[in-house]
């Protein structure tokens, strides 16, 4: 699990430890009092990538589900964004996920039962991201390269995405304000309110459990309906009613 260690990537986790998994967490940094085995790797750089995998591996026997979930990126509006800035969001969202499942695969490949690889998108990727472009852009080519692998690595691996609404986590106010403007904001989703963590959790273990068995090459969109038109909320008419 790439960035399993806070926000969505702790509510993964947390319900793939539930399910049974032995979950191993990365990322550049380690989170403190985190309760899962944590590994220090900044996936952008493929030689760390490679190390973590095998060493991962190795302690354990076997590599059986990879959860790509690291990334993000800040609030920078693209003419003011460097080109350096874009090319590591690019990085961080797109090439890491990329570089963390093709090592993963090597291994999934050797193994009789194969594996499960799942990447987090996000809707961002399927709708205008003011602000975020490279992010957007970046989860995009994500989905694309979730259903790309998925045909480049059948029949041992299968490779399917989650694609993220609006989450509620620990750090929320910094994307959506305060506690009434996160309020105000649910009222538009038409399952009441934003994700919690575990929601994203229990959809990325459905596919990588048995149960999604003949499921690869699909994207799950967890988002609560999704966000209606713009128009719904000024007109008249019946329906947006």
């Given at each position: 699990m790439t960035g399993g260690v806070r926000g969505v990537g702790a509510g993964i986790?947390?319900?793939?430890?539930?399910q049974g998994a032995t979950v191993v967490t990365c990322a550049r940094r380690p989170v403190e009092g985190s309760p899962y085995e944590f590994r220090p790797c900044d996936i952008r750089d493929d030689d760390a990538v490679k190390a973590l995998i095998d060493g991962i591996a190795a302690d354990h026997g076997r590599l059986d589900i990879v959860?790509?979930?690291?990334?993000?990126?800040?609030?920078?509006?693209?003419?003011?964004?460097?080109?350096?800035?874009?090319?590591?969001?690019?990085?961080?969202?797109l090439l890491g996920a990329l570089s963390v499942s093709v090592h993963a695969n090597a291994v999934m490949q050797k193994q009789e039962t194969g594996g499960a690889i799942v990447n987090i998108t996000s809707v961002s990727?399927?709708?205008?991201?003011?602000?975020?472009?490279?992010?957007?852009?970046?989860?995009?080519?994500?989905?694309?390269?979730?259903s790309t692998l998925a045909v480049e690595w059948a029949p041992k691996v299968r490779v399917n995405s989650v694609v993220v609404g609006m989450v509620e986590t620990e750090q929320s106010e910094l994307f959506y304000g305060d506690a009434e403007s996160i309020a105000a904001i649910s009222?538009?989703?038409?399952?009441?309110?934003?994700?919690?963590?575990?929601?994203?959790?229990?959809?990325?273990?459905?596919?990588?459990?048995?149960?999604?068995?003949?499921?690869?090459?699909a994207s799950l969109e967890v988002h609560g309906g999704g966000e209606p038109p713009h128009y719904l909320s000024t007109t008249t008419a019946?329906?947006?009613k």
């Open positions: 986790s947390k319900v793939l430890t539930e959860v790509n979930n690291a990334g993000g990126s800040p609030y920078v509006p693209a003419a003011e964004a460097s080109a350096k800035f874009s090319t590591k969001i690019v990085e961080l969202n990727g399927r709708r205008p991201t003011p602000g975020t472009v490279a992010y957007g852009a970046a989860k995009a080519g994500m989905e694309s390269m979730t009222k538009n989703v038409p399952l009441g309110r934003l994700a919690r963590p575990d929601d994203i959790g229990w959809a990325a273990a459905f596919l990588v459990s048995d149960a999604a068995s003949y499921i690869s090459g019946d329906i947006a």
